[in-house]
């Protein structure tokens, strides 16, 4: 061992990137229950995810291995779902539970602003700011999950500089990447608290600067089991899912496509129409 940087986060990912490494960690958020310090789990999905938590994004110079800096953080506001480096651009997938206050009465919520609800970013150098802007929310045009799910694109040169963002209001399920594309899917539970029998799929494009935007909604039949049951191929989103009630017990395998041709990235405005795009959340 020639050098070491200690660092204090919930380590999920390690990028190396020509001279730097970019971590990907998390910091939990805690409470005291008159036990044990735990983290504070919220548990009306799965896989549980911690409400109040922030993603921590540091980039370390390592060209001189026996003096590793770090040169650069970027703080998110989330619980974090996963995250994907692709043409030099790192994509971070966030869950986000809003703040609210502890009894959200009308009248209590009557106070609370959109900055207040808003997801916020802090850098080293840059202080705090929103995460997303108003108007790169979405939401289906029927409801879909308890959370929102964001997903930001930083500069890998430069993890404090933010390339793009935009957040649809929907539970993050299973996520798949290709060179094209990022699919956040879902099939957790409907707004009743009952087993979908469909997958919502949220197609979310690299534009040229390789900024993840979204592009088109829509849904499959039945249940995925991992992102290894999508793929892409020809222009097509192949997708294999499993056809039958929830149980413990077996069932029947059906395989679908769904057609992935390029749609308007401009934000649809307005009832979701025929292409089955998700709303502008003004």
């Known amino acids: 061992q020639v050098g070491e940087i200690e660092l204090n986060d919930y380590i999920d990912s390690l990028y190396l990137v020509g001279s730097k490494v970019i971590v990907v960690g998390q910091q939990l958020a805690y409470y005291y229950g008159g036990g044990p310090r735990e983290p504070q789990m919220d548990m009306m999905m799965w896989p549980p995810y911690y409400a109040a938590s922030t993603v921590t994004v540091t980039e370390i110079d390592v060209s001189d291995p026996t003096a590793p800096t770090i040169v650069h953080e970027n703080e ?3 619980a974090l779902v996963t995250s994907r480096l692709t043409n030099q651009r790192l994509i971070v ?3 986000i539970t809003p703040p609210l206050p502890d ?14 609800v808003l997801p916020k970013m802090r850098t080293m150098s840059g202080g705090e700011s929103p995460m997303v ?5 979405f939401h289906p045009a029927s409801p879909n999950g308890y959370f929102t799910t964001a997903v930001v694109t930083l500069d890998a040169d430069n993890i404090e500089s933010v390339v793009g963002s935009v957040a649809v209001m929907a539970n993050a399920g299973t996520i798949y990447a290709s060179t094209e594309a990022l699919y956040l899917t879902d099939t957790d539970y409907t707004v009743d ?3 979908r029998e469909t997958t919502a799929i949220h ?3 690299f534009n040229a600067d390789g900024v993840a ?4 909604s829509g849904s499959v039949p039945g249940r995925l089991l991992s992102q290894f049951s999508l793929g892409e191929y020809n222009g097509y989103l192949r997708v294999a899912t499993h056809v039958s009630n929830y149980s413990f017990g077996g069932g029947d395998v059906f395989v679908t496509g769904v057609g992935t041709t390029d749609v308007a990235s401009s934000p649809a405005t307005g009832s979701a129409g025929s292409d089955g795009r998700a709303q502008d959340q003004d």
């Open 213 to 216: 935007e979204y592009v088109a």
């Open 193 to 195: 608290n009952n087993y």
């Open 103 to 116: 009894n959200p009465t009308f009248l209590n919520m009557l106070g609370v602003t959109v900055d207040d």
């Open 133 to 137: 802007t108003p108007e790169d929310w």
């Open 93 to 95: 997938v966030l869950t």
């Open 76 to 78: 998110l506001d989330g």
């Open 203 to 205: 197609k979310l494009a």
